[in-house]
């Protein structure tokens, strides 16, 4: 059990049945009254996002989530599945709990998939991938790096903003945090 005032973004913890992710968390005082705590939560199971407010003295339930570096297989029907890289065991998780991640899945990406008591939960990409480009516009001759840039369609389906000299079937570096362009691979 762990007291609510010690509720950081990214703690974990099961709370009326289900489990949850801490995204943010404030400390109020007021005045005459106590100290309350409001904190804003996302499902680990559905992905949805609540806001509860708390007295100070209140506590809950966390959890130990474990980490296991996997690496990503196919997509069958609803599911992402992945492989155990030390004991091969196959795992799948359902596309809606993968969220933005899900852009950026390639076969054979090496992602870490969070479980809790062997279900998993949530996965983790590396901080940049690198994918193909297979669809943009022509670039043209002369074009340089400026502020301008131009929608890629990537092998994974999500879309991107590029320079205008980045042509189609080049290999591009892209950050999985924020989805941009970090440069040619």
């Known amino acids: 059990m762990i007291s609510v005032t010690e509720l950081r973004s990214g703690t974990k913890v099961e709370m009326d049945g289900s489990l ?5 968390y404030m400390h109020q005082k007021i005045g005459r ?4 705590v409001v904190a804003k939560f996302r499902s680990l ?5 609540v806001d509860r407010t708390f007295n100070a003295t209140e506590k809950l339930q966390d959890i130990f989530v474990e980490g296991r570096k996997m690496q990503f297989l196919y ?8 492989m155990d890289m030390e004991t ?6 359902p596309m809606n709990l993968a969220g933005d991640a899900a852009k950026f899945l390639k076969e054979n990406l090496e992602v870490e998939v969070q479980f809790y008591k062997d279900k998993p939960l949530k996965i983790t990409l590396p901080n940049q991938v690198t994918l193909k480009i297979t669809q943009t516009d022509p670039g043209l001759k002369g074009d340089t ?5 131009k929608p890629a ?4 389906g999500a879309t991107i903003t590029v320079p205008l000299f980045v042509g189609q079937d080049e290999e591009v570096r892209v950050d999985t945090r924020t989805g941009t362009y970090l440069g040619r691979a």
């Open 75 to 82: 997509k069958d029907g609803d599911e992402f599945i992945f």
């Open 20 to 24: 949850w992710e801490t995204v943010d």
């Open 88 to 93: 091969f065991d196959q795992a799948g998780l």
């Open 45 to 49: 199971e559905s992905g949805s996002i």
């Open 153 to 156: 369609t990537l092998e994974t």
């Open 145 to 149: 790096v400026s502020s301008s840039g």
């Open 33 to 36: 009254g106590g100290a309350k």
